[in-house]
Protein backbone atom coordinates (compact mmCIF):
# COMPACT_ATOMS: atom_id res chain seq x y z
CA UNK A 1 0.00 0.00 0.00
CA UNK A 2 2.66 2.34 0.80
CA UNK A 3 4.58 1.65 -2.15
CA UNK A 4 1.33 2.22 -4.26
CA UNK A 5 0.75 5.51 -2.81
CA UNK A 6 3.91 6.93 -3.13
CA UNK A 7 3.58 8.16 -6.71
CA UNK A 8 0.15 9.25 -5.98
CA UNK A 9 1.66 11.83 -2.93
CA UNK A 10 4.45 12.69 -5.75
CA UNK A 11 1.41 13.19 -8.01
CA UNK A 12 -0.65 15.45 -5.94
CA UNK A 13 2.03 17.61 -4.78
CA UNK A 14 3.21 17.83 -8.29
CA UNK A 15 0.12 19.40 -8.99
CA UNK A 16 -0.35 21.74 -6.35
CA UNK A 17 3.76 22.76 -7.40
CA UNK A 18 2.23 23.19 -10.66
CA UNK A 19 1.00 26.14 -12.83
CA UNK A 20 -2.51 25.59 -13.85
CA UNK A 21 -2.44 26.12 -17.68
CA UNK A 22 1.26 24.93 -18.06
CA UNK A 23 2.40 21.53 -16.58
CA UNK A 24 5.90 23.40 -14.82
CA UNK A 25 6.36 23.87 -11.06
CA UNK A 26 5.46 27.62 -10.07
CA UNK A 27 8.75 28.63 -9.56
CA UNK A 28 9.80 28.13 -12.63
CA UNK A 29 6.90 29.76 -14.19
CA UNK A 30 7.56 32.50 -12.05
CA UNK A 31 10.96 33.01 -13.08
CA UNK A 32 9.54 32.95 -16.65
CA UNK A 33 7.25 35.29 -16.29
CA UNK A 34 9.14 38.02 -14.40
CA UNK A 35 11.85 38.11 -16.76
CA UNK A 36 9.50 38.86 -19.86
CA UNK A 37 8.23 41.53 -17.45
CA UNK A 38 12.04 42.87 -16.48
CA UNK A 39 12.60 42.68 -20.12
CA UNK A 40 9.52 44.55 -21.38
CA UNK A 41 10.28 47.13 -18.68
CA UNK A 42 13.94 47.81 -19.77
CA UNK A 43 13.29 47.57 -23.29
CA UNK A 44 9.68 48.37 -24.10
CA UNK A 45 8.82 52.30 -23.97
CA UNK A 46 6.80 53.82 -21.24
CA UNK A 47 3.82 54.84 -23.89
CA UNK A 48 4.20 50.92 -24.70
CA UNK A 49 4.21 49.64 -20.84
CA UNK A 50 1.32 51.66 -20.17
CA UNK A 51 -0.97 50.93 -23.28
CA UNK A 52 -0.42 47.27 -22.40
CA UNK A 53 -1.52 47.53 -18.98
CA UNK A 54 -4.72 49.22 -19.79
CA UNK A 55 -5.83 46.58 -21.94
CA UNK A 56 -4.92 44.05 -19.52
CA UNK A 57 -6.67 45.63 -16.81
CA UNK A 58 -9.89 44.98 -18.53
CA UNK A 59 -9.18 41.05 -18.55
CA UNK A 60 -9.68 41.16 -15.04
CA UNK A 61 -13.46 41.10 -15.42
CA UNK A 62 -13.05 37.81 -15.69
CA UNK A 63 -13.46 37.64 -12.05
CA UNK A 64 -17.27 38.89 -12.50
CA UNK A 65 -18.22 36.35 -15.20
CA UNK A 66 -16.32 33.53 -12.59
CA UNK A 67 -18.42 34.76 -9.70
CA UNK A 68 -21.88 34.87 -11.93
CA UNK A 69 -20.87 31.35 -13.40
CA UNK A 70 -20.76 30.51 -9.69
CA UNK A 71 -24.40 30.64 -9.44
CA UNK A 72 -24.58 32.27 -5.92
CA UNK A 73 -27.64 32.20 -3.71
CA UNK A 74 -28.66 36.06 -4.61
CA UNK A 75 -30.53 36.40 -1.80
CA UNK A 76 -27.80 35.70 0.50
CA UNK A 77 -25.21 38.20 -2.25
CA UNK A 78 -27.68 41.04 -1.51
CA UNK A 79 -27.90 40.89 2.16
CA UNK A 80 -24.13 40.27 2.78
CA UNK A 81 -23.40 43.15 0.53
CA UNK A 82 -26.05 45.41 2.51
CA UNK A 83 -25.92 44.38 5.83
CA UNK A 84 -22.40 43.63 7.22
CA UNK A 85 -21.63 41.36 9.26
CA UNK A 86 -18.92 42.05 11.94
CA UNK A 87 -16.46 40.08 14.62
CA UNK A 88 -14.41 41.25 17.07
CA UNK A 89 -12.12 38.53 16.46
CA UNK A 90 -8.22 38.17 15.78
CA UNK A 91 -8.93 36.21 12.27
CA UNK A 92 -11.90 38.89 11.21
CA UNK A 93 -9.80 41.99 11.92
CA UNK A 94 -6.73 40.06 10.57
CA UNK A 95 -8.40 40.20 7.00
CA UNK A 96 -9.46 43.56 7.07
CA UNK A 97 -6.35 45.05 8.09
CA UNK A 98 -4.86 42.93 5.43
CA UNK A 99 -7.31 44.16 2.79
CA UNK A 100 -6.71 48.08 4.00
CA UNK A 101 -3.46 47.49 3.64
CA UNK A 102 -3.43 46.32 0.15
CA UNK A 103 -5.98 49.36 -1.20
CA UNK A 104 -4.66 52.13 1.15
CA UNK A 105 -1.33 51.55 1.41
CA UNK A 106 2.05 53.86 1.03
CA UNK A 107 3.40 52.42 -2.35
CA UNK A 108 0.25 52.99 -4.31
CA UNK A 109 0.37 56.67 -3.04
CA UNK A 110 3.94 56.62 -4.50
CA UNK A 111 2.99 54.99 -7.50
CA UNK A 112 0.13 57.05 -8.56
CA UNK A 113 1.91 60.50 -7.90
CA UNK A 114 4.93 58.73 -10.32
CA UNK A 115 2.66 58.01 -12.90
CA UNK A 116 0.91 61.36 -13.26
CA UNK A 117 4.72 62.56 -13.94
CA UNK A 118 5.49 59.58 -16.11
CA UNK A 119 2.09 61.15 -18.14
CA UNK A 120 3.31 64.69 -17.85
CA UNK A 121 6.76 63.76 -19.58
CA UNK A 122 4.69 61.71 -22.30
CA UNK A 123 2.80 64.54 -23.19
CA UNK A 124 6.33 66.83 -23.92
CA UNK A 125 7.07 68.14 -20.12
CA UNK A 126 10.24 66.88 -19.81
CA UNK A 127 11.53 69.52 -17.59
CA UNK A 128 10.45 70.36 -13.90
CA UNK A 129 9.45 73.91 -14.46
CA UNK A 130 6.85 72.55 -17.22
CA UNK A 131 5.42 70.17 -14.54
CA UNK A 132 4.87 72.66 -11.82
CA UNK A 133 1.21 73.39 -10.51
CA UNK A 134 -2.13 72.07 -12.04
CA UNK A 135 -4.63 73.51 -14.28
CA UNK A 136 -8.51 72.98 -13.23
CA UNK A 137 -8.79 70.76 -16.41
CA UNK A 138 -5.86 68.40 -14.94
CA UNK A 139 -7.19 68.17 -11.92
CA UNK A 140 -10.45 66.89 -12.97
CA UNK A 141 -8.84 64.59 -15.22
CA UNK A 142 -6.73 63.05 -12.31
CA UNK A 143 -10.20 63.22 -10.34
CA UNK A 144 -11.91 61.46 -12.84
CA UNK A 145 -9.14 58.77 -13.49
CA UNK A 146 -8.92 58.22 -9.74
CA UNK A 147 -12.85 57.34 -9.51
CA UNK A 148 -13.00 55.32 -12.41
CA UNK A 149 -10.07 53.54 -11.28
CA UNK A 150 -10.94 52.52 -7.36
CA UNK A 151 -14.28 51.94 -8.35
CA UNK A 152 -13.31 49.38 -10.77
CA UNK A 153 -10.78 47.85 -9.10
CA UNK A 154 -13.48 47.66 -5.23
CA UNK A 155 -15.56 46.26 -7.95
CA UNK A 156 -12.91 43.56 -9.00
CA UNK A 157 -12.52 43.04 -5.44
CA UNK A 158 -15.84 42.04 -4.47
CA UNK A 159 -16.79 39.86 -7.17
CA UNK A 160 -13.30 38.08 -6.58
CA UNK A 161 -15.16 37.54 -2.77
CA UNK A 162 -17.96 36.69 -3.87
CA UNK A 163 -16.91 34.03 -6.61
CA UNK A 164 -14.37 32.10 -3.95
CA UNK A 165 -16.99 33.09 -0.94
CA UNK A 166 -20.14 31.50 -2.40
CA UNK A 167 -17.99 28.08 -3.79
CA UNK A 168 -15.07 27.76 -1.84
CA UNK A 169 -15.77 29.00 1.52
CA UNK A 170 -19.80 27.79 1.37
CA UNK A 171 -17.97 24.01 0.58
CA UNK A 172 -15.71 24.03 3.58
CA UNK A 173 -12.28 24.74 1.46
CA UNK A 174 -10.24 27.80 3.47
CA UNK A 175 -6.90 26.15 3.33
CA UNK A 176 -5.80 27.37 -0.44
CA UNK A 177 -1.81 28.09 -0.65
CA UNK A 178 -2.04 29.54 -4.36
CA UNK A 179 -4.13 30.64 -6.98
CA UNK A 180 -3.85 28.03 -8.83
CA UNK A 181 -5.46 26.51 -6.46
CA UNK A 182 -8.18 28.48 -5.62
CA UNK A 183 -8.83 28.23 -9.60
CA UNK A 184 -8.75 24.48 -9.64
CA UNK A 185 -11.02 24.13 -6.61
CA UNK A 186 -13.58 26.23 -8.17
CA UNK A 187 -13.90 23.95 -10.94
CA UNK A 188 -15.58 20.67 -9.12
CA UNK A 189 -18.03 23.44 -7.29
CA UNK A 190 -18.76 26.26 -10.35
CA UNK A 191 -17.66 24.33 -13.40
CA UNK A 192 -14.79 24.46 -15.75
CA UNK A 193 -15.79 27.97 -17.02
CA UNK A 194 -15.40 29.83 -13.59
CA UNK A 195 -12.37 27.94 -12.82
CA UNK A 196 -10.58 29.06 -16.11
CA UNK A 197 -12.25 32.71 -16.03
CA UNK A 198 -10.76 32.81 -12.45
CA UNK A 199 -7.32 31.14 -13.43
CA UNK A 200 -7.00 34.15 -16.32
CA UNK A 201 -8.24 37.11 -13.51
CA UNK A 202 -5.46 35.93 -11.32
CA UNK A 203 -2.87 35.63 -14.45
CA UNK A 204 -3.51 39.08 -15.32
CA UNK A 205 -3.30 40.48 -11.64
CA UNK A 206 0.27 39.28 -11.77
CA UNK A 207 1.14 40.95 -14.50
CA UNK A 208 -0.28 44.09 -13.69
CA UNK A 209 1.05 43.67 -9.67
CA UNK A 210 4.56 42.57 -10.40
CA UNK A 211 5.57 46.04 -12.76
CA UNK A 212 4.04 47.80 -10.02
CA UNK A 213 5.05 46.72 -7.09
CA UNK A 214 9.47 46.55 -8.76
CA UNK A 215 9.12 49.55 -10.42
CA UNK A 216 7.29 51.89 -7.28
CA UNK A 217 10.35 50.42 -5.28
CA UNK A 218 12.45 51.54 -7.62
CA UNK A 219 11.09 55.31 -7.73
CA UNK A 220 11.24 55.67 -3.92
CA UNK A 221 14.77 54.58 -4.39
CA UNK A 222 15.69 57.02 -6.90
CA UNK A 223 14.12 59.89 -5.14
CA UNK A 224 15.53 59.25 -2.07
CA UNK A 225 19.23 59.25 -3.44
CA UNK A 226 18.43 61.58 -5.49
CA UNK A 227 19.02 59.59 -8.99
CA UNK A 228 17.24 60.00 -12.29
CA UNK A 229 14.54 57.34 -12.24
CA UNK A 230 11.97 56.84 -14.81
CA UNK A 231 10.53 54.26 -17.29
CA UNK A 232 11.10 57.03 -20.18
CA UNK A 233 14.72 56.82 -19.21
CA UNK A 234 16.59 53.62 -21.71
CA UNK A 235 18.84 51.54 -18.93
CA UNK A 236 21.91 53.03 -19.93
CA UNK A 237 20.64 56.34 -19.17
CA UNK A 238 19.56 55.03 -15.54
CA UNK A 239 21.55 51.93 -14.67
CA UNK A 240 21.28 52.29 -10.79
CA UNK A 241 17.18 52.79 -11.58
CA UNK A 242 16.98 49.61 -13.57
CA UNK A 243 19.38 47.47 -11.29
CA UNK A 244 16.60 48.23 -8.49
CA UNK A 245 13.86 46.88 -10.52
CA UNK A 246 15.76 43.58 -11.20
CA UNK A 247 16.83 43.36 -7.61
CA UNK A 248 13.82 43.51 -6.22
CA UNK A 249 12.19 41.16 -8.96
CA UNK A 250 14.68 38.23 -8.20
CA UNK A 251 14.13 38.66 -4.90
CA UNK A 252 10.61 38.41 -5.41
CA UNK A 253 11.42 35.34 -7.66
CA UNK A 254 13.56 34.08 -4.93
CA UNK A 255 10.60 33.60 -2.39
CA UNK A 256 9.05 30.93 -4.56
CA UNK A 257 11.86 29.05 -4.58
CA UNK A 258 11.94 28.79 -0.30
CA UNK A 259 8.52 27.19 -0.34
CA UNK A 260 6.44 30.06 1.61
CA UNK A 261 2.99 29.72 1.20
CA UNK A 262 2.28 32.84 -1.18
CA UNK A 263 -1.75 32.76 0.16
CA UNK A 264 -0.43 33.59 3.50
CA UNK A 265 2.64 35.86 2.72
CA UNK A 266 0.52 38.14 0.80
CA UNK A 267 -2.20 38.43 4.30
CA UNK A 268 0.61 39.02 6.40
CA UNK A 269 2.08 41.91 3.73
CA UNK A 270 -1.43 43.34 3.60
CA UNK A 271 -1.39 43.46 7.46
CA UNK A 272 1.77 45.11 7.57
CA UNK A 273 0.85 47.87 5.00
CA UNK A 274 -2.32 47.46 7.26
CA UNK A 275 -0.61 49.10 10.10
CA UNK A 276 1.32 52.21 8.57
CA UNK A 277 -2.22 53.48 6.59
CA UNK A 278 -3.93 55.04 9.81
CA UNK A 279 -0.74 57.59 10.46
CA UNK A 280 -0.25 58.16 6.67
CA UNK A 281 -4.23 58.53 6.19
CA UNK A 282 -3.80 61.04 8.99
CA UNK A 283 -0.90 63.03 7.60
CA UNK A 284 -2.39 63.37 3.89
CA UNK A 285 -6.08 64.81 5.80
CA UNK A 286 -3.61 67.21 7.72
CA UNK A 287 -1.83 68.29 4.57
CA UNK A 288 -4.96 68.52 2.40
CA UNK A 289 -6.13 70.88 4.72
CA UNK A 290 -3.42 72.85 4.99
CA UNK A 291 -3.89 76.65 2.75
CA UNK A 292 0.37 76.76 2.76
CA UNK A 293 0.77 73.66 1.10
CA UNK A 294 -2.56 73.16 -1.17
CA UNK A 295 -3.41 76.80 -1.75
CA UNK A 296 -6.72 77.37 -2.96
CA UNK A 297 -7.09 73.02 -3.45
CA UNK A 298 -7.64 72.23 -0.16
CA UNK A 299 -10.36 69.42 0.95
CA UNK A 300 -14.39 70.42 0.29
CA UNK A 301 -16.47 69.83 3.32
CA UNK A 302 -17.90 66.62 2.01
CA UNK A 303 -14.65 65.45 1.08
CA UNK A 304 -13.17 66.05 4.55
CA UNK A 305 -16.50 64.21 6.00
CA UNK A 306 -15.19 60.69 3.96
CA UNK A 307 -11.44 61.36 4.93
CA UNK A 308 -12.27 61.55 8.84
CA UNK A 309 -14.80 58.74 8.79
CA UNK A 310 -12.23 56.48 6.16
CA UNK A 311 -9.02 57.28 9.14
CA UNK A 312 -11.65 56.81 12.23
CA UNK A 313 -12.56 53.46 10.28
CA UNK A 314 -9.24 52.09 9.47
CA UNK A 315 -7.78 53.17 12.91
CA UNK A 316 -10.37 51.15 14.44
CA UNK A 317 -9.91 48.35 12.43
CA UNK A 318 -5.61 48.27 13.46
CA UNK A 319 -6.59 49.13 17.63
CA UNK A 320 -8.76 46.08 17.34
CA UNK A 321 -6.55 43.88 15.56
CA UNK A 322 -3.84 44.88 18.35
CA UNK A 323 -6.69 44.18 21.14
CA UNK A 324 -7.81 40.83 19.97
CA UNK A 325 -4.27 39.72 19.37
CA UNK A 326 -4.03 40.15 23.77
CA UNK A 327 -7.23 38.76 24.96
Do not use: C
Not at 70 to 79: M, S, T
Amino acid sequence: MATRSRPRQISVAWRRRSGLFVPLPVPIIAAAVAALIFALQIFGSYTLIRSIFRWLALSLLAYAAAAFLAKPDLFAVLRGTVVPSIEFSKEFLSIVVAIIGTTLSAYLYAWQSNEEVEDQIADGKTTLNQRKGASDKELRRSQRDIWIGMTFSNLIMYFIILATGATLHANGQTEIETAAQAAEALKPIAGNAAGFLFAAGVISVGFLAVPVMTTGAAYDFAQSVGIKGTLHATARQAPRFYLVIGVITLVAVGMNFLGFNPMKALVWAGIVQGFSTPPLLLLIVLMTNNRNIMGKQVNSRAMNVMAWVTTAAVFSASLGLVATSFI
